[in-house]
């Protein structure tokens, strides 16, 4: 089993940065891959950027791309979402995920990962 929890959600201006952290306990050292995903009202889950087991590669969604940096620190068995340039449609959920199955996989999948936490809130004020 593999615990997760979000932090770093808050109330942000638009044109604003917050950092989320995401703590994993429990059976780390066989986490694969990372990943964040958010969902604002009334729209589904979306994929923001996932990042491999050792932080060697890094993926974004396009409206995220250039704004957003994932990163993880596997000593401290946490993961981070550096988030610049908010925009208003920032507001949102955001859940970090965590896969360990081993195997091919998407990271912008929501089903290929095996844990989820629970979730902490941003919102982007104008």
């Known amino acids: 089993q593999v615990q997760l929890v979000e932090s770093g959600g808050g109330l942000v201006q638009a044109g604003g940065s917050l950092r989320l952290s995401c703590v994993a306990s429990?059976?780390?050292?066989?986490?694969?891959?990372m990943g964040w995903f958010r969902q604002a009202p009334g729209k589904e889950r979306e994929f923001v950027a996932g990042?491999?087991?050792?932080?060697?590669?890094?993926y974004y969604a396009d409206s995220t791309k250039g704004r957003f940096t994932i990163s993880r620190n596997n000593a401290k068995n946490t993961a981070y979402l550096q988030m610049d340039s908010l925009k208003r449609e920032g507001t949102a959920v955001y859940y970090c995920?965590?896969?360990?199955?081993?195997?091919?996989?998407?990271?912008?999948?929501?089903?290929?990962?095996?844990?989820w936490g629970q979730g902490t809130q941003v919102t982007v004020s104008s």
């Open positions: 990042v491999s087991w050792n932080g060697g590669n890094t």
């Open positions: 995920a965590s896969r360990i199955r081993r195997g091919s996989f998407s990271v912008a999948i929501e089903k290929d990962y095996d844990y």
């Open positions: 429990g059976r780390t050292l066989r986490a694969y891959a």
